[in-house]
């Protein structure tokens, strides 16, 4: 399988990377030299330095030959052109990034227009899991499966007696939750029943969102969830316009803080529902006369990450109920366990998630990268035709670094053991390291024997790691 990624800024050095451990033969075409070397050096991927728009460097790579192409330059236009040109040369399948809101209301027609099976929007993307954070009522950062029955929760540990130094198997106050995931300084386990928790881990619990919502109103300290009212953005850039057209939908006061006049005056058109001023959100005089505290929750979307982690822990330590902020680089994965701010959103590993998603196929009903996204949980369907359904969980034997935590059948929720039988129409919510997901992916999405197809993934997984 081969893939051709063009532009490798952040969002196409993610996309590469994640290609790359899908097993595809990866070329990366982009105009800038000092790119394409920090790339070369650090992926093994093929890297030209060239404009791709450049029919002679398209037919010289013999465009028909890839099976995806994904246009991930900083002009929309261009990454429409590209992918449209690609599949009228015979390439399989196209996904361009289209950042514009302008496009916004017209992204179906230019797909089904100009032939682009996908198109990814990663602002409006990112936005759209921050919303559906702030729209929770608990505090704790969390997400959903299987139409809202099975949920994940993000815990930090901290010094809790009840946690620490225990090994997973003797904690009993969790309310029928699992704990599927584990972040220690950065670095995610999955674990085991032996395994022992240290102070300052970050867990993730999964179960029936009834029980998360428990959880976190008796380890939050809240002892009354907030429904969310206003909200202050800092920082009017494409996250926050789109962030502030979600709240307005939902009758949400939104405030945003820009910078600058120009764009000020833009945000009034294109959202004049809301509330904006024209300052420094970085100046603290200018939060506290704007009454931040006053504000449900807290939105850090400036263009610069460092602020927008400085500005949420500020906005955070100021009382607010739910502080976040957005950023696209992986500098701080290692740090921002340790940080006091209830969320904090990577627009790269959302469209990662977005992109993988769509490699994976039909199957793949709903695919987060957690814990800097260093763990998948994917929501997979049982088919009758696939090798799996049938089988105990056992029989599969899945790599090492795999958990199933639920499988959900019909309407009830069940919790797996290694006797369970797959069966046609099963929904399973599974985690496993990105390392060996495309491994697991190719189990539940094989035909012909079983063990010969187990066999045979894991022989190429073996080679894989010499």
């Known amino acids: 399988m081969k893939a051709l990624v063009v532009g490798a800024g952040k969002l196409g050095y993610r996309l590469a990377a994640a290609?790359?451990?899908?097993?595809?033969?990866?070329?990366?075409?982009?105009?800038?030299e000092d790119v394409i070397e920090n790339i070369s050096n650090s992926l093994d991927v093929f890297s030209i330095c060239a404009n791709a728009l450049d029919f002679g460097v398209l037919e010289?790579?013999?465009?028909?030959?890839?099976?995806?192409?994904?246009?991930?330059?900083?002009?929309?236009?261009?990454?429409?052109?590209?992918?449209?040109?690609s599949k009228k040369l015979g390439a399989k399948y196209a996904i361009a990034r289209v950042r514009d809101p302008e496009y916004r209301k017209h992204l179906d027609f230019i797909s089904e227009e100009l032939e682009i099976d996908k198109i990814i929007n990663p602002d409006n993307a990112t936005a759209r899991s921050i919303f559906k954070?702030?729209?929770?009522?608990?505090?704790?950062?969390?997400?959903?499966?299987?139409?809202?029955?099975?949920?994940l929760v993000e815990f930090n540990i901290g010094n809790d007696p009840s946690f620490v130094n225990k090994k997973i198997m003797d904690i009993d106050n969790i309310n029928d939750l699992?704990?599927?995931?584990?972040?220690?300084?950065?670095?995610?386990i999955i674990p085991n029943g032996r395994t022992v928790l240290e102070e300052n881990d970050v867990i993730i619990l999964a179960g029936k969102s009834e029980n998360i919502e428990a959880f976190d109103k008796d380890h939050t300290g809240v002892n009354r969830t907030r429904a969310l009212r206003s909200t202050m953005i800092l920082g009017g850039g494409k996250t926050g316009l789109y962030l502030a057209m979600l709240l307005l939908k939902e009758n949400i006061d939104v405030t945003i803080v820009e910078i600058n006049k120009?764009?000020?005056?833009e945000l009034k058109d294109m959202v004049p529902g809301a509330n904006i001023i024209n300052g420094d959100g970085t100046d603290i005089a200018i939060l506290e006369e704007e009454m931040v505290h006053t504000y449900d929750s807290f939105v850090a979307a400036t263009g610069i990450d460092e602020a927008n982690l400085l500005m949420s822990l500020v906005a955070k330590q100021s009382g607010i109920y739910k502080s976040v902020a957005k950023i696209s680089r992986t500098n701080y994965d290692k740090v921002l366990d340790k940080l006091?701010?209830?969320?904090?959103?990577?627009?790269?590993?959302?469209?990662?998630?977005?992109m993988l998603k769509e490699i994976r196929g039909k199957s793949s009903l709903a695919l987060h990268l957690l814990l800097n996204g260093q763990v998948e949980c994917v929501e997979l369907m049982i088919r009758a035709s696939q090798l799996v359904c049938g089988h105990t969980l056992e029989d599969i034997s899945l790599p090492d670094g795999t958990l199933i935590v639920s499988i959900i059948r019909g309407q009830s929720m069940l919790v797996p053991n290694g006797k369970t039988v797959l069966e046609s129409g099963d929904r399973i919510?599974?985690?496993?390291?990105?390392?060996?997901?495309s491994r697991v992916q190719k189990i539940f999405s094989s035909e012909?024997?079983?063990?010969?197809?187990?066999?045979?993934?894991?022989?190429?997984?073996?080679?894989?790691?010499l």
């Open 262 to 265: 120009e764009r000020c005056l």
């Open 429 to 437: 919510i599974l985690f496993s390291m990105h390392e060996v997901a």
């Open 60 to 85: 010289e790579l013999d465009i028909s030959l890839f099976d995806y192409v994904v246009a991930t330059t900083t002009n929309d236009e261009a990454n429409v052109i590209l992918c449209t040109i």
């Open 178 to 188: 699992l704990i599927a995931a584990i972040s220690r300084s950065g670095d995610a």
């Open 448 to 465: 012909g024997k079983l063990k010969d197809a187990i066999n045979s993934i894991k022989k190429r997984g073996k080679k894989d790691e």
């Open 340 to 354: 006091d701010i209830d969320a904090v959103f990577n627009t790269s590993y959302i469209t990662a998630a977005e």
């Open 19 to 32: 290609l790359i451990d899908e097993d595809y033969e990866v070329t990366v075409v982009d105009n800038n």
């Open 133 to 151: 954070y702030l729209m929770k009522r608990y505090q704790l950062y969390s997400d959903e499966f299987a139409g809202g029955k099975v949920s």
